[in-house]
């Protein structure tokens, strides 16, 4: 079975950082497009960042552009999120997903369990 498990969520002062980190099980890892969802209270599920199968692409929201950096390590099974300079606007449950395609407007692909991220003074 296909098991995301997210980790590294907690409470941060506004500019502060957090690396959020997802284990990957059950399939080929290298084979997967990875991405990180967020969904806040009330708010459409949004995607965050993503990283193609070999580490090579990436792709960012607007507003996580030169505050969040997406990584993958392929002989560990691992994507990580380093977010830094954190706003409370990112205050939302952090889902790591795996696709085969490069398909981020769609909710396709296999899910985490999530993370909580929360952003406050």
């Known amino acids: 079975q296909v098991q995301l498990v997210a980790s590294g969520g907690g409470l941060v002062q506004p500019g502060g950082s957090l690396r959020l980190s997802c284990l990957a099980s059950?399939?080929?890892?290298?084979?997967?497009?990875m991405g990180w969802y967020r969904q806040a209270p009330g708010k459409e599920r949004e995607l965050v960042a993503a990283?193609?199968?070999?580490?090579?692409?990436?792709k960012y929201t607007d507003s996580a552009k030169g505050r969040f950096t997406i990584s993958r390590e392929n002989t560990k099974n691992m994507i990580y999120l380093q977010m830094n300079s954190l706003k409370p606007e990112d205050t939302a449950v952090y889902y790591c997903?795996?696709?085969?395609?490069?398909?981020?407007?769609?909710?396709?692909?296999?899910w985490g369990q999530g993370t909580q991220v929360t952003v406050s003074s």
């Open positions: 997903n795996a696709r085969r395609s490069w398909t981020w407007g769609q909710e396709c692909g296999d």
């Open positions: 059950g399939f080929t890892f290298s084979d997967y497009h």
């Open positions: 990283i193609g199968s070999l580490g090579i692409s990436k």
